[in-house]
């Protein structure tokens, strides 16, 4: 008998050992250089994974695997996160998601600007069947909660329809939302007053919900508008995002300011942070381009009053007088991404339609082209209106997420915004890479985990143990995004190796084809 407890004493002291000496895992990533998203610097080392797990991190030389992928002079990181996408509409088009995945981002976060699905259940259910090559999380959109009990009018709720409203955002919550967002440059939410946006956030609040907002202006009024944003935070007392940071004309250079009301606002004990594409032009509709007015009641509302001669005229001479604001001498800067109604128009600026139609080269001629595409179905649009400086200055801010406030692209079609296929692949090919502007290591932490804590993404966002198996691997030497606004169409390289949930998506710089995607609800679930 005491020889047998010396032997049980002995096993207990040392099963632990021998277990972890037998490890087998199903995929151990080899001699990476790995970044593991803290901004840490690069350490050598292994990646083991079992199912959709990091088990281990360090020397797995003496382990075996059901597979194993030499990362030799590679870096390996946490797949990346893009908080700022338009993902609906596009999911059983691309299931695939190439453009996310080929620029290594395994995580979006959609129903941004405003826009979403409203009944999030049913959202998730039509996920849950499509199968997605991405993890999916959604916010409430306020456009589509205040069209749904109020319509596209310019009106102002009164308190049944506002509790009604406040209703759908609880239970979007409920159901899984991340958050309240709101796109305040578009109909009907351009309508709202902040006391509306205010009691809606406080909807979500109450459910540890974050505020994400497409501000009311991006350029001779950006102040007032992160004033705004900044102060529904802080009346509803949750965390804010402020969506594609940026600014245009006549505030260029001026992107020192705009942070520093950011770092004041966190210096008060807010939490604020900001997203941005890396590129000097936006993307959005035509219909920006319009007064707000306009557009109210949609779109049969808005033709009918452009038949009448008057309201014409008044919406040419409004037009005029925001050109003049807003310092801008043409319409040269926008160009048509896709038009429905006349496919023609796609890849060329307001000015050469103009001039292509025989009109004169002036301001309230290409004001009429405008009003004509409004006519055929309006159009997606390019806009080059930003400066660089103001890009890279906001990059350099620690608080800034890289985001690319893009769909699902189907290959091929229109001449879209190239941030959908290469945001990431920019920042580490140009901006970490060539111009030196940021750290590798730090660039990482922008695209992993600074938007997985902003966004309450448990086990995402780092390389850690017990973390889900999310990862990239790419060449840090050859990273770059091919895609241009000349030719969008292109995916991004240098990306070797994708895994998702610990399931392998990129294989040698192939897509597999896998749909290991998973969904992810908000803490209010």
Request: one cysteine or more; charged letters at 25%.
């Amino acid at each position: 008998m005491p020889k047998l407890k010396a032997v049980t004493l002995i096993l207990f002291y040392f099963f632990p050992t021998l277990l972890f000496a037998q490890q087998r895992y199903d995929i151990i990533l080899k001699n990476g250089k790995i970044v593991n998203g803290t901004g840490n610097p690069w350490f050598h080392g292994d990646v083991g994974i079992v199912g959709n797990k990091v088990i281990k991190i360090g020397d797995l030389s003496k382990d075996k695997a059901d597979k194993t992928i030499d990362a030799t002079g590679l870096i390996v990181a946490p797949g990346f996160i893009d908080v700022h996408t338009h993902i609906e509409g596009d999911e059983k088009k691309t299931p695939t998601a190439d453009n996310f995945i080929y620029d290594g981002v395994t995580t979006v976060i959609t129903g941004n600007c405003g826009t979403s699905n409203i009944d999030i259940k049913k959202y998730f259910n039509l996920l849950d069947s499509i199968k997605l090559s991405i993890n999916v999380g959604t916010l409430i959109g306020h456009n589509d909660v205040r069209a749904a009990v109020l319509g596209e009018g310019a009106v102002t709720p009164d308190s049944a329809q506002l509790l009604k409203m406040e209703g759908l955002v609880e239970q979007a919550m409920r159901d899984g939302a991340m958050g309240f967002s709101t796109g305040l440059i578009y109909t009907p939410g351009n309508y709202s007053k902040t006391d509306e946006v205010v009691a809606l956030a406080k909807s979500a609040a109450k459910y540890k919900g974050i505020y994400t907002s497409h501000m009311r202006n991006e350029s001779d009024k950006i102040f007032e508008a992160i004033t705004e944003a900044i102060d529904v935070g802080r009346q509803a007392k949750m965390p804010v995002e402020i969506s594609h940071f940026k600014v245009g004309l006549p505030n260029w250079n001026r992107s020192d300011e705009m942070i520093a009301m950011v770092e004041k606002a966190r210096a008060e004990g807010l939490d604020v942070t900001v997203d941005q594409y890396p590129y000097t032009a936006s993307s959005t509709t035509l219909n920006v381009l319009l007064p707000d007015w306009l557009l109210a009641g949609g779109r049969d509302s808005v033709l009918k009053r452009l038949s009448d001669p008057l309201i014409h005229k008044k919406v040419v001479d409004e037009m005029i007088k925001d050109m003049k604001r807003r310092g801008r001498q043409h319409f040269d800067y926008a160009v048509v991404a896709h038009c429905e109604g006349d496919t023609s128009l796609n890849g060329k600026n307001i000015m050469q339609i103009n001039l292509k139609k025989g009109r004169p080269s002036t301001i309230p001629d290409e004001i009429e082209t405008i009003l004509d595409i409004t006519k055929v179905g309006s159009a997606t649009m390019v806009f080059h209106g930003m400066n660089e400086a103001d890009v890279e200055n906001i990059l350099k801010f620690p608080l800034t997420m890289v985001a690319s406030d893009s769909g699902i692209r189907e290959f091929g079609s229109g001449v879209p915004h190239p941030r959908g296929y290469g945001s990431n692949a920019r920042v580490l090919g140009y901006y970490v890479r060539e111009k030196h502007l940021i750290r590798l290591e730090d660039a990482v932490r922008k695209m992993t985990s600074l938007p997985a804590q902003k966004f309450h993404l448990v086990g995402r966002g780092l390389l850690q143990p017990g973390m889900f198996a999310d990862i990239v691997i790419f060449d840090a030497n050859t990273v770059k995004d091919e895609s241009t606004f000349e030719h969008p169409h292109a995916y991004s390289t240098g990306f070797k190796y994708v895994l998702v949930n610990g399931k392998l998506t990129v294989d040698n710089f192939k897509h597999l084809g896998t749909r290991n995607g998973a969904i992810l609800r908000g803490p209010g679930y």
